[in-house]
């Protein structure tokens, strides 16, 4: 089964640090997202790739966060620097634009103590 | 803006039938998705339904879809204990360019054995 491959699946670390996570989208999928996960907000949507252009980030606080597509096999989330207010569940998700569902990764859970 | 609204427990007794019901405000929406999460997993496509269709069966599965309303809804039938997860409901909105899911913030089902 081909399936969206989140790194690392934990990352805990400190305020200040920079955190970066990985995203290898399923082969011949053009569109990639980035959701972020918490209790009080649910999924709330990152960033969105097509062809790997940016599309919409306008979920994502510019200051500190940045995603990109150094190719079609990778997505990458950076933060920094982290705050524990960003502690929280990061999916990516790809698909196939058009009429085709999302995939999920399993998630990179982050903590920032 | 979209807004998808689930309510946000359920509880049903093993071999049951459940139902949980999904209420979203976008008219244009072409697709309605319904995902599973287990703890500590990503989102698991369960199924989903076209705009055009009102029904859609898949096994134990029943999808619903009310477009006038704006309501759609998933029956599991004989209910079974893996079943317990949360649910999210999700949207996808025709844009131009758009692609987006929007989703609920899940109904958490438990099954009582």
């Known amino acids: 089964d081909a399936r969206v491959t989140q790194t690392p699946r934990h990352k805990v670390t400190e305020m200040g640090q920079e955190v970066t996570m990985r995203c290898q989208p399923i082969?011949?999928?053009?569109?990639v997202f980035w959701y972020r996960q918490t209790m009080m907000q649910g999924l709330e949507l990152l960033a969105y790739?097509?062809?790997?252009?940016?599309?919409?980030d306008s979920g994502m606080p510019k200051d500190r966060f940045s995603a990109e597509m150094p190719d079609a096999t990778l997505a990458t989330l950076k933060i920094q620097p982290s705050e524990p207010r960003d502690s929280a569940v990061y999916f990516c998700?790809?698909?196939?634009?058009?009429?085709?569902?999302?995939?999920f990764g399993n998630g990179t859970r982050l903590t920032v103590t | 803006g979209e807004d998808v609204e689930q309510s946000l427990f359920l509880s049903v007794r093993e071999g049951d039938s459940s139902v949980i019901n999904c209420t979203y405000t976008?008219?244009?929406?072409?697709?309605l998705y319904w995902y599973k999460q287990e703890p500590g997993a990503g989102l698991q496509l369960l199924t989903y339904?076209?705009?055009?269709?009102d029904m859609k069966q898949d096994q134990r599965l029943t999808v619903l879809l009310n477009k006038k309303d704006k309501h759609l809804s998933l029956r599991i039938a004989d209910t079974q204990t893996g079943d317990s997860a949360i649910y999210f409901c999700?949207?996808?909105?025709?844009?131009?360019?758009?692609?987006?899911?929007?989703f609920g913030k899940g109904t958490k089902l438990s099954v009582i054995p």
């Open positions: 339904i076209f705009s055009n269709m």
């Open positions: 790739f097509r062809n790997r252009a940016p599309l919409d």
């Open positions: 999700a949207d996808q909105p025709l844009k131009a360019g758009s692609y987006q899911l929007t």
């Open positions: 976008d008219s244009s929406s072409t697709y």
């Open positions: 082969l011949g999928h053009n569109t």
């Open positions: 998700a790809s698909g196939l634009f058009g009429n085709s569902p999302l995939h």
